[in-house]
């Protein structure tokens, strides 16, 4: 069974950056081919923020993560990375990464972590 473990988040003030790590262990099922990272906000829904696939070379971004944040993987460490720049109180959420398949017209997210709290101050 594949598991997920999320860590680097934290407090931290508005304008700063974090490195958000993903790192896998357990057998990972031949199926699995896509590293996602999520996030949920208080009284929101969960919003999908970045996808990376299996080799790195075909990455999405959502309107929210544009320009700030960066997906990355290094399969040698069994991790993904979501680098966040010019954090702003808005991005305060739990972040939660998911592995998952790649479909004909959608993805299918199998796996996820329990998430790490960020919280950007003002």
């Known amino acids: 069974q594949l598991q997920l473990v999320e860590s680097g988040g934290g407090l931290v003030q508005a304008g700063d950056s974090l490195l958000l790590s993903c790192t896998s262990s357990?057998?990972?099922?031949?199926?699995?081919?896509?590293m996602g990272w999520f996030r949920r906000a208080a009284g929101t829904d969960r919003e999908l923020l970045a996808i990376?696939?299996?080799?790195?070379?075909?990455?999405y971004f959502s309107n929210s993560a544009k320009g700030r944040f960066t997906i990355s993987r290094d399969s040698a460490k069994n991790t993904a990375y979501l680098r966040m720049t010019n954090l702003k109180v808005e991005d305060t959420a739990i972040y939660y990464c998911?592995?998952?398949?790649?479909?004909?017209?959608?993805?299918?997210?199998?796996?996820w972590g329990q998430g790490t709290q960020v919280t950007v101050s003002s």
């Open positions: 998911a592995a998952g398949t790649q479909g004909a017209v959608d993805y299918q997210w199998t796996f």
């Open positions: 990376i696939n299996e080799g790195g070379g075909s990455k």
């Open positions: 357990g057998r990972i099922p031949f199926s699995v081919n896509t």
